[in-house]
């Protein structure tokens, strides 16, 4: 295996043995197969839109789903895998086919077809993968437009489940995922990470938008962090449909329903936060999952992405249930949706009825509900803090959280700013700080959270807004600077994003992307100024003073 889509690659190279994230190389191997197959789909997308024979959202659909199980932490069922590959194979078949004698010879590749039965998954996958491309800075060119359309692919998807869709989020996805498998010059890569950039603005702000005309617009709110006394059931990841549809098939059965890690921002939603069983959030970022999982005592739905292997001195293993793109050996998985029907959780809700009610791990409450909406009716309020004085410096500390030690950068970060700097943040990251005592200025919260890693959407969208009221020429001139953690593909999407819109001078840690070569990294700190984070202190005294 060689896998080095993730902040904790092993050795900050790539994992070569074993994933540091606990996958194993038969997995990695069938996430890589799924790839190449996606890649293939998208092939054959692209030249069919240009013969007449358009099936591009049809592939955008399959694909976006098919990328979203290789996203680290997503898929750990080998046989789910499987699954997927025979799928995209058989699509591919049938796409095949649609061509008849249409088809250009030079997509006669047997490759780009192949029907290898089971058996021949394993040899096929070694031979697929990222060390495919042998030219470093040809794989780091591919491999970020690869990484961003994983994240690309998440976002579409849970847009998509909302019955939200978008045909060009589709096309572009092709057309990115069908440059890799081309023989493009230097400048025509750079170009296209820039276009993968550019559509992962479009499908966050889709996204956006079927999450808040579906549940309305984020709020202002208190989530409670204690627990009561009915059975509970734990609802990790980033699926707002599973866990309102969860809260329906729950209501008046005696049944609390509590938030973890990226979920936490379901809480702000008024559709979702009507639900008066819907009783807050329990423990904090997703690899704190073993101890959580484990003193929460009740069921847990795992509804994508941040799923971790269990350890063996758990007992949750029986209590654990998977859904959509999310799959683990050992996990009842909840299936998809049919004819537009509900998923059907009453085995989740009838193991929850034979747990005990969650162990306390903490009390309080953390106040978040910051999205776009609900800052720019504060507009006014924020505007003059900042004429005022009162007011020096907004922070973007949005991102991903992760198991690293020296992640207690964005910890020490956020206890050393100035009373008059305001955090912006968006995805797990905040868990480093957002249950700190950091104060407000003028009853303006020192942390604003937007709510998940999509999410950030609603940062640009408030510091473009800002721009506009201070009649500035680019976001780069307000009093804003970017400090990023990142660990998966998603956070890669919101990076690529923020390139896109011409953001410069991100802070990026704990680590650089080790899928970005010396080369590329060049290109990328000459054009947009990226650095590495570094001591706390320096940064915190650098990004005030504007560097």
Request: some cysteine; aromatic content about 8%.
């Amino acid at each position: 295996m060689f896998c080095f889509q993730c902040q904790e690659t092993a050795k900050g190279t790539g994992c070569t043995v074993r994933g540091v994230c606990g996958k194993e190389e038969a997995t990695a191997n069938l996430q890589d197969l799924i790839i190449f197959h996606c890649k293939g789909i998208c092939v054959l997308a692209k030249k069919g839109k240009e013969l007449g024979i358009d099936r591009v959202e049809e592939a955008g659909r399959i694909v976006t789903h098919a990328l979203f199980t290789t996203i680290t932490n997503a898929n750990f069922d080998d046989t789910a895998l499987i699954g997927c590959v025979k799928q995209l194979q058989s699509f591919k078949t049938d796409f095949k086919a649609a061509f008849g004698d249409k088809l250009p010879e030079t997509l006669h590749d047997a490759a780009l077809y192949t029907n290898d039965d089971e058996s021949q998954f394993k040899e096929k996958a070694k031979t697929v993968g990222i060390l495919a491309t042998e030219n470093e800075d040809v794989r780091s060119l591919r491999e970020t437009v690869v990484f961003g359309c994983k994240g690309i692919s998440a976002y579409a998807h849970h847009a998509a489940m909302l019955g939200f869709e978008n045909k060009e989020v589709y096309d572009q996805l092709i057309q990115s995922m069908a440059s890799v498998t081309e023989d493009l010059s230097v400048d025509d890569m750079v170009a296209m990470v820039m276009k993968t950039g550019e559509n992962a603005v479009a499908t966050m702000a889709l996204l956006d938008e079927a999450n808040t005309t579906t549940y309305g617009h984020p709020e202002i709110s208190e989530v409670n962090l204690g627990v009561g006394t009915n059975p509970g059931i734990l609802v990790s990841g980033h699926d707002l449909r599973d866990l309102h549809e969860l809260l329906i098939q729950t209501e008046g059965k005696g049944i609390d329903i509590y938030t973890h890690s990226e979920m936490l921002p379901a809480n702000y939603y008024p559709k979702l936060k009507k639900f008066g069983h819907l009783k807050g959030n329990y423990g904090s970022s997703w690899w704190h999952q073993n101890q959580d999982f484990e003193t929460f005592n009740g069921a847990i739905l795992m509804t994508t992405n941040c799923v971790i292997p269990i350890k063996k001195n758990n007992s949750y293993a029986d209590r654990l249930f998977t859904t959509g793109a999310v799959g683990y050996p050992e996990a009842v998985h909840i299936p998809d949706r049919k004819d537009g029907a509900a998923k059907d959780f009453s085995a989740v809700i009838e193991k929850a009825k034979q747990c005990k009610p969650p162990e306390e791990i903490e009390t309080g409450k953390i106040v978040g509900g910051f999205g776009h909406n609900q800052v720019l009716a504060l507009a006014d309020k924020v505007i003059e803090a900042v004429k005022s004085g009162a007011i020096k410096r907004f922070v973007v500390m949005a991102g991903c959280d992760g198991r690293m030690k020296n992640r207690s950068y964005f910890t020490e970060v956020a206890q050393k700013l100035p009373k008059d700097a305001v955090i912006l943040t968006a995805g797990c990251a905040k868990y480093r700080y957002n249950k700190l005592d950091l104060g407000d200025i003028g009853g303006i919260p020192r942390v604003l959270d937007a709510g998940q890693c999509n999410d950030s959407y609603s940062l640009a969208v408030i510091a473009m807004k800002l721009r506009d009221a201070f009649g500035l020429e680019h976001i780069n001139d307000l009093p804003l600077s970017f400090d990023i953690g990142w660990y998966e593909q998603k956070a890669a999407a919101v990076l690529l994003a923020l390139l896109s819109l011409g953001i410069k001078g991100i802070r990026l840690g704990p680590t650089l992307p080790a899928f970005i070569s010396p080369a590329v990294l060049n290109v990328l700190v000459e054009k947009f100024d990226i650095k590495q984070t570094g001591d706390p202190d320096e940064d915190v005294a650098a990004m005030m003073a504007g560097n």
